[in-house]
């Protein structure tokens, strides 16, 4: 029923139960995951991953926090790493200004050349923007990104009439359960339904009711029943839709 289109299952807190985490989530009915790379280790546990779980598919790709690894011998092997048959995205990628672990120019360029990688293999590019939304947007139109998922939607409505315009899609994470997150509750209940995903963005960012302890996939139950409840509908109707969606999508 449900999918969790971007989790970290391989992460250091989660690594030691990983197996028993895929096993957890589809006790409660999670049926497909997309773990999610972001820095050159990260890319191979993906790999990995999709060769040992049957329902995973996978993306590879440079976190802006880990741009200054971006050299042309690190995209070389992103474009090969892209050709394994359970690669369904890039990412994930973009832009992140709270953090100051690279400079705006590293990040910048190794957006922009993984977008232009995503482009060339037609694959969707997996989005990470924090507190820089108006230019990841601006860089994704620059550079005609044909598919993009604003993963961990956290920005508000009226930036989200931007995205959706441009045809790209977001992601809810456990963020939205939250009491204080009013302004993407409402991003996530007036959002075009064929724009709209479900994750974990696990270990991180746990749903309410487990907030401050580490995060898994079978959490996105909650996040998906949230996001029904915004949207007014059941969950069973929501969880058709996101299939869909990401079947569409990621092609699987």
Known sequence: M??????????????????EAFVRARATGVSKFIVVGYDPSANLDVLRLVEQEPDAWGTVGIHPCEADVMTGEAL????????????VALG??????????????QQELAFRQQIQLANELDLPCIVHSR???EDTLRILLEEKAKRAIFHCYSYDADFGCKVWD??????????????????????????PADLIL????CPWLAPQS????????AYVKEVAEKLAELRGISPEILAQQV???????FGF
């Open 2 to 19: 449900w999918i969790d289109t971007h989790c970290h299952p391989f992460s250091d807190s989660l690594r030691a139960e990983e197996s």
């Open 76 to 87: 070389t092997l992103l474009r090969e790493q892209a050709a394994h048959s359970r690669i």
């Open 92 to 105: 994930e990628m973009g832009l992140d200004y709270y953090h100051k672990d690279t400079t705006s120019e």
């Open 131 to 133: 507190e820089a939304a």
């Open 166 to 191: 441009a045809g790209y899609f977001t992601s809810f994470s456990g963020v939205l359960t939250y009491p204080n997150a009013k302004p993407i509750q409402e991003a996530a209940r007036v959002a």
């Open 198 to 201: 479900t994750e974990t963005d």
């Open 210 to 217: 487990v907030r401050g302890k580490r995060n898994e996939m």
């Open 243 to 249: 299939m869909r969606n990401a079947a569409g999508l």
